[in-house]
């Protein structure tokens, strides 16, 4: 298993998220799936939303997800609503689940681990990073706002991931499209 997030974290993690707001109340909580039965395949958390009375209505996999989130239309709340979609990555993942997992690469000066990587592999990611704007980017369109950040993978290298954050009436959703290899690597170990 791979924590990045530690469980008594998760509630300031939503607290962080204040442009992102419940539809008639109740909470954001963090669930994980498939580790008792299926463990063998991996299990993920998700983020669920709750009712007041404790009902799960809807999870962050689930194509209703957004509908029970009111989320304020400015480039802040497209980029928290990025970051919620993308959530579940930063939590714990189980066995095959880590084939998911990624690293989100913010600036040139982001740390982050190349668990595998071998030395002259690590000299090509540096220069990558330093011929790239890896710094994540916001344009608004009318309702819509593209979003472009970057995040490593040992499964793929270092990608610039691009979506639209389109907001109708009051609801939101996001479109993934065109992500960018701007150093390529696979680790050829298999969870």
Not at 25 to 45: E, I, N, P, Q, R
Not at 87 to 101: E, G, K, S
Not at 135 to 152: L, M, N, Q, V
């Amino acid at each position: 298993m791979v924590k990045l997030v530690e469980e008594e974290d998760y509630d300031k993690i939503f607290s962080l998220l204040d442009k992102i707001a419940l539809r008639g109340g109740g909470t954001l909580k963090v669930k994980c799936w498939g580790v008792d039965a299926l463990s063998y395949l991996g299990a993920t958390y998700s983020v669920c939303v709750y009712d007041v009375d404790g009902k799960r209505l809807s999870n962050n996999f689930e194509e209703d997800f957004w509908s029970y989130l009111q989320v304020k239309k400015s480039k802040m709340g497209a980029w928290q609503a990025y970051l919620l979609d993308n959530m579940w990555r930063y939590l714990p993942l189980y066995d095959h689940a880590n084939y998911f997992r990624r690293s989100y690469v913010y600036s040139k000066s982001s740390k982050i681990e190349l668990e595998g990587v071998f030395d002259d592999e690590e000299s090509s990611f540096n220069q990558a990073i330093s011929v790239n704007d890896v710094t994540p980017s916001i344009e608004r369109k009318g309702d819509e706002f593209f979003i472009s950040a970057c995040y490593w993978t040992v499964f793929g290298g270092l990608c610039r991931q691009n979506c639209v954050v389109k907001f109708d009436s009051e609801k939101v959703s996001i479109k993934y499209f065109d992500s960018d290899v701007l150093f390529e690597y696979y680790q050829y170990i298999l969870y």
